[in-house]
């Protein structure tokens, strides 16, 4: 397919060179456009501006937030406006439920087909095309986009025909995720206190009951104290706490975990952690206890 990316950073990146592997005709525009230089070696085609990422049969967007994609897909010049009709615009992006309402009707009105699929998995898992995808959408656009999602993912999960459904499934998502970094934060901060190897532990953890993914990567990541370099920066991170707690608000669902988490992200922020991956939240239960402290102010 003729395709355009937009938002070439750790994940847009990965995705790029997936969907040129596979063969399509890729544009690729960023806002810092050096970026865009390993992908054109890779056979990309470099678009100077957002129009010009906006001229094939879709066009994906894997910016950091709400304002970001907003500014692309609604200023001048942007996805709105020069998309032609029957095109998809794929959101990736993590972003708020109520955009991607703001989008669904945007491109509706301009007869353009609009499809949330936004993400799980890490840098790495982008890189080697083995993204998860949560789409909605109206089912032709999704079954259209199918062999763009094939390139980058492993496998395509659809919610139905409701775009921002696909968003909020993304935001629980990370929701858990975070819940399980503080927990595993706490559990590490107990057994580490009373002197037992933390590695040991996270490995009898994940060969056991917890033989799942998110304890094997946050469960080495913690145990290591790897936070740089940030495959998912603390900011974001932050972000999609505050959105899945929009959410939330709006549905009337107490999630008090998720405003537990709140408090972390803003801790971790304010002792200077944002350029550390989000997992660093975790180390907080451990300096309750007295332990060490984070490794923020000399990263
Ligand atoms: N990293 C992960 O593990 C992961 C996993 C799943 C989903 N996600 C989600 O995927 C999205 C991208 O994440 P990422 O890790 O790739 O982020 P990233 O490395 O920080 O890249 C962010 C991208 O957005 C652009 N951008 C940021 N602010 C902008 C602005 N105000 N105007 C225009 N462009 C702007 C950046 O352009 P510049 O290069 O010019 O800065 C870059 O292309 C986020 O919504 C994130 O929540 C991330």
């Given at each position: 397919?003729?395709?355009?990316?937009?938002?070439?950073?750790?994940?847009?990146?990965?995705?790029?060179?997936?969907?040129l592997?596979?063969?399509?005709?890729?544009?690729?525009?960023?806002?810092?456009?050096?970026?865009?230089q390993?992908?054109?070696?890779?056979?990309?085609?470099?678009?100077?501006?957002?129009?010009?990422?906006?001229?094939?049969?879709?066009?994906?967007?894997?910016?950091a937030?709400?304002?970001a994609?907003?500014?692309?897909?609604?200023?001048?010049?942007?996805?709105?406006?020069?998309?032609?009709?029957?095109?998809?615009?794929?959101?990736?992006?993590t972003?708020?439920v109520?955009?991607?309402?703001?989008?669904?009707?945007?491109?509706?009105?301009?007869?353009?087909?609009?499809?949330?699929?936004?993400?799980f998995?890490?840098?790495?898992?982008?890189?080697a095309?083995?993204?998860?995808?949560?789409?909605?959408?109206?089912?032709?656009?999704?079954?259209?986009?199918?062999?763009?999602?094939?390139?980058?993912?492993?496998?395509?999960?659809?919610?139905?025909?409701?775009?921002?459904?696909?968003?909020?499934?993304?935001?629980?998502?990370?929701?858990?995720?975070?819940?399980?970094?503080?927990?595993?934060?706490?559990?590490?901060?107990?057994?580490?206190?009373?002197?037992?190897?933390?590695?040991?532990y996270?490995?009898?953890?994940?060969?056991?009951?917890?033989?799942?993914?998110?304890?094997?990567?946050?469960?080495?990541?913690?145990?290591?104290?790897?936070?740089?370099?940030?495959?998912?920066?603390?900011?974001?991170?932050?972000?999609?706490?505050?959105?899945?707690?929009?959410?939330?608000?709006?549905?009337?669902?107490?999630?008090?975990?998720?405003?537990?988490?709140?408090?972390?992200?803003?801790?971790?922020?304010?002792?200077?952690?944002?350029?550390?991956?989000?997992?660093?939240?975790?180390?907080?239960?451990?300096?309750?206890?007295?332990?060490?402290?984070?490794?923020?102010?000399?990263?």
């Amino acid at each position: 397919m003729k395709v355009g990316l937009i938002g070439l950073g750790n994940m847009g990146s990965g995705m790029a060179a997936s969907l040129l592997k596979a063969g399509h005709e890729v544009s690729v525009y960023n806002r810092t456009p050096g970026k865009a230089q390993a992908l054109v070696a890779q056979g990309a085609r470099h678009a100077v501006r957002v129009a010009d990422a906006c001229r094939g049969d879709a066009v994906i967007t894997m910016l950091a937030d709400d304002g970001a994609v907003e500014g692309f897909v609604f200023g001048e010049q942007g996805v709105i406006s020069t998309l032609a009709k029957g095109a998809i615009h794929i959101s990736s992006s993590t972003i708020s439920v109520a955009l991607a309402e703001e989008m669904t009707a945007a491109h509706a009105d301009r007869g353009q087909r609009f499809v949330s699929a936004p993400v799980f998995g890490r840098p790495a898992a982008a890189a080697a095309a083995k993204l998860f995808i949560a789409a909605a959408g109206a089912p032709d656009a999704v079954e259209a986009c199918m062999p763009l999602f094939d390139a980058i993912g492993q496998r395509t999960f659809r919610f139905g025909a409701n775009p921002p459904d696909a968003n909020l499934v993304k935001l629980s998502g990370n929701f858990l995720i975070s819940s399980v970094i503080e927990a595993l934060g706490e559990a590490l901060a107990l057994v580490g206190k009373a002197g037992l190897d933390q590695h040991r532990y996270v490995d009898f953890l994940t060969s056991t009951l917890f033989n799942a993914p998110v304890y094997k990567i946050y469960g080495s990541l913690i145990a290591d104290k790897k936070f740089t370099p940030a495959g998912f920066a603390a900011p974001l991170g932050f972000k999609d706490n505050r959105l899945v707690l929009a959410a939330a608000e709006k549905l009337q669902v107490p999630l008090p975990l998720a405003s537990l988490i709140y408090n972390r992200f803003l801790t971790l922020l304010a002792r200077g952690g944002e350029s550390l991956d989000w997992s660093a939240f975790s180390q907080l239960a451990a300096e309750d206890a007295g332990q060490e402290s984070l490794p923020v102010r000399a990263a």
